[in-house]
């Protein structure tokens, strides 16, 4: 082993979360520094009276992949956080009153899926097994790697994977091959928002997505999903970490195409041997870097790519328990619309979808006093120049309004609710234009081409976060903040 190395770890969230322990744990001194007062993120709890919510990820899949960070660094998963599978996990409902489940035990789906269409239901066993391909290929030649060059993109058995995981069909054509039931079809594009993207415009790369829900399945953790977040925070600190919450770094010094400390807001100088930067690199790089110092990823460059949906978000505390499943989905007529109202008018749908997430459904200590309504609606990201286009009181009457029809009349037993916009977003979390998921994957090459997670320009600076490989998503962070960690380490070891 090299000599122990100082590295600057530039953003809290999950992804900078893991890689301090992976660092820490292979023996470097690791110092994380994040702005604000809690860790973990956007993954934070929010408390309204005896009301408890998860702001951040509501659906987790590969609890493996979590359970990981912590077994590699020689601690024991259980003694953090525990998870509990959801076997049947979310309901869609319809405009005309129809609805059907989503499980991860395939005769219940063949069952919901047959009271809507017996034809896509005949269809289900083969979509099950192409999307477990799909996986199965991303696990093995994309997920677990890093990308420093384009040079990385060249081997001959990635090429053929790239080819392999239908990069030219969008998510929609993809499902029209198994589902011939609208309604079907439209549950299943949703997928594509958990990548902040438009199912007819993404790549049928996500359609496994599926896979992780309906083979391996979705998850809850016991006492909620913020467990997550508080689990690693406890194992970084036991392992050594210095944690510096409240701490926003001003800029990243350089010399001689290398990092070598960091300068806090309160012009804080902290030496070290290397960083990473977790967090989206569309407003950190430009913000943390003089431009001088990185034309691999000039202003130029980053202004190409596109900000994935952003949210708007009502946690609401309800004095009733509504008839509603953990995870819940109130379609609209209109989907596509939708998304041509998100990403081509940059404009709030009139009509949205609309998912809630009641974890006291599954946890009632959660809120024993009534249900804690998660209500989530997809939203454009902030204009250019960082404009919300609609009224959030008016969009909040909207949203109430619309579930009303559905049967879920909200005002009467109102407590208390908190609203989080996308300019919120964008305030609290850095987030280009407010964008949940850093770039969209809306065209072909920012889903294989994203920024790489190792600085063209600084050897030893190494990238973390949703707008980098390996993409958006709780696990997929997780797994850029292991992979930018080991690379940094052999990096170190040169």
Known sequence: MSKKKTIAVIGGGLGGLAASIRLQSRGHQVLLFEKNDHTGGKLHDVRLGTYTFDFGPNTITMPHVFQNVLQEAGESPDDYFTFERLTTHTKNAFPDGSSFCFSSDPERMEEELAGLDPKSAKGYRSYLKEVSHLYELADTHFLKRTFSSWKDYMSLPLAKALMSVKPL??????????????????????????????????????????????????????????????????????????????????????????????????????????????????????????????????????????????????????????????????????????????????????????????????????????????????????????????????????????????????????????TVTPEDIANRFYAFRGSLYGIASNRRSDTFLRPYNQSADLSNLFFAGGSTHPGGGSPMVILSGMNAADSLIRELGK
């Open 169 to 418: 069909r969008s998510l929609d054509a993809f499902h029209r091959q198994f589902f011939s039931d609208g309604r079907i079809i439209q549950a299943f594009n949703r997928y594509a928002t958990y990548i902040g993207s438009s199912p007819y415009r993404s790549p049928a790369t996500f359609a496994l997505i599926g896979h992780l829900e309906l083979n391996d399945g979705v998850y809850y953790t016991k006492g909620g999903n913020v467990e997550i977040a508080k689990g690693l925070t406890k194992a970084a600190r036991k392992l050594g970490v210095t944690i510096l919450t409240g701490t926003e770094i001003e800029r990243i010094e350089t010399s001689s195409h290398r990092v070598t400390g960091v300068v806090t807001k309160e012009d804080h100088f902290y030496k070290a041997d290397g960083a990473v930067m977790n967090g989206d690199l569309l407003t950190q790089v430009p913000s943390l870097l003089d431009e001088r110092v990185r034309p691999g990823l000039s202003n130029k460059k980053m202004e190409r790519f596109s900000p994935s949906v952003s949210a708007f978000v009502m946690m609401v505390a309800v004095r009733k328990r509504f008839d509603l499943h953990h995870h819940h989905v109130f379609f609209n007529d209109d989907y596509k619309g939708e998304f041509e109202s998100i990403f081509t008018h940059q404009s709030f749908a009139k009509d949205p979808t609309i998912y809630i997430c009641t974890s006291s459904k599954t946890d009632p200590l959660r809120s024993p006093d009534g249900d804690n309504l998660f209500i989530l609606v997809n939203a454009p990201p902030l204009t250019k120049k960082g404009l919300m286009t609609v009224d959030t009181k008016e969009y909040e009457t909207l949203i109430f309004d619309r579930l009303r029809e559905h049967g879920i009349d909200i005002r009467p037993f109102l407590e208390s609710k908190k």
